[in-house]
Structures are given as C-alpha cells and as structure tokens.
C-alpha cells in the first residue's frame, strides 16, 4: 500500500504560494500543489477562478463560524471532503450501474435462454 503512496511525484507535495485580494486586503496563502491542483478543479466545476473560489470560502465560514483560526487548513480539508464527495459519487454510481446490469432472483429472464 505504500508505494502507491511514497511514488507520487514530489511535486504534488511541494508548495507554493499565491497571493489573494480578499475584500482589497492582499494576503499570501501557502498550500501543496496537489491542494492548488484540487481547488483549481473545485473552482472550474464551480465556474469560477480560484481565487474568487477562495473568496467564497472565506466569506461563507466568516458567515457561518465568525472566525477560522487557520485557513490554510480549512482549505486542504475542504479539498480532501471535494475528494470523498468525489468518490462517494463514483461508487454510488457504479453500484447503480451493478444494479441495473445484474438480474435479480426476483426478475423475470424474458427473453433469455440459457441452454
């Protein structure tokens, strides 16, 4: 299970920093690549730039906690729950897949001969 892991190119895991105007404030925020490949992702799925995506992050945890004690964190986070939602999309749909491809005990064979 390892070496899946430790093979991955080194530059996923090397960081960069961008800069982002938040409400006219420039600020620098420090993430891996990998985390800027992902949020890039979210962003285009979303329609938006990245940086606006991040905006939006930041003004909806204002809104719903008040306060975010580390942004960077809540923002690898958020990239890992885009990632889960990812797979958990996939395996539901291929369990609907599985079950439309599958005849049941309980479906008719019409039309099938087995010989």
């Not at 599985?98 to 010989?115: F, K």
Request: charged residues 25%.
């Amino acid at each position: 299970m390892c070496e899946f892991f430790v093979t991955a190119d080194p530059i996923h895991y090397e960081s960069r920093t961008r800069s982002v105007r938040i409400h006219g404030v420039q600020t620098s925020i420090r993430l891996e690549n990998f985390v800027w490949d992902t949020l890039s992702t979210l962003a285009a799925e979303e329609g938006m730039t990245t940086n606006a995506l991040i905006v939006q992050f930041h003004d909806e945890i204002m809104r719903h906690r008040g306060d975010v004690q580390n942004f960077t964190s809540f923002l690898r986070v958020t990239c890992l729950r885009f990632l889960r939602r990812k797979c958990d999309q996939f395996e539901e749909a291929q369990q609907g897949k599985e079950l439309i491809e599958e005849p049941t005990a309980s479906s008719p064979n019409i039309g099938i001969t087995t010989h």
